[in-house]
């Protein structure tokens, strides 16, 4: 079992930054990736950016160069900066991490973290 923590949401004006932060802990030895998911008031939850144990990082189209994820190994961390932030960045920010195997994967989410970005 993996348990993720995640802290660092919050209101914020337009052109604005917030850090989120993603603690994991439990049997972080199986975890294959991590990433940030994000749901948006009637819409489906959609994948923000990922990181794998190799370190190799992907993002959604819409927040390439304004949202940067990176990991701290020593505290099992994962942070996404997020700059320049918009309206339409509002949302529940949920973190989640991948552990398992290809053939057995299994899925672990934090509770999520609520963006606002005012307009």
């Known amino acids: 079992q993996v348990q993720l923590v995640e802290s660092g949401g919050g209101l914020v004006q337009a052109g604005g930054s917030l850090r989120l932060s993603c603690s994991a802990s439990?049997?972080?030895?199986?975890?294959?990736?991590m990433g940030w998911y994000r749901q948006a008031p009637g819409k489906q939850r959609e994948l923000v950016a990922g990181i794998t144990s190799a370190g190799s990082t992907n993002y959604a189209d819409s927040v390439k160069g304004r949202f940067t994820l990176s990991r701290d190994n020593a505290n099992n961390t994962v942070y996404l900066q997020m700059n320049s932030l918009k309206p339409e960045d509002t949302a529940v920010y949920y973190c989640?991490?991948?552990?398992?195997?290809?053939?057995?994967?299994?899925?672990?989410w934090g509770q999520g973290t609520q963006v606002t970005v005012s307009s």
């Open positions: 989640n991490a991948k552990a398992g195997t290809r053939s057995y994967p299994a899925y672990y």
């Open positions: 439990g049997s972080i030895f199986s975890i294959n990736a």
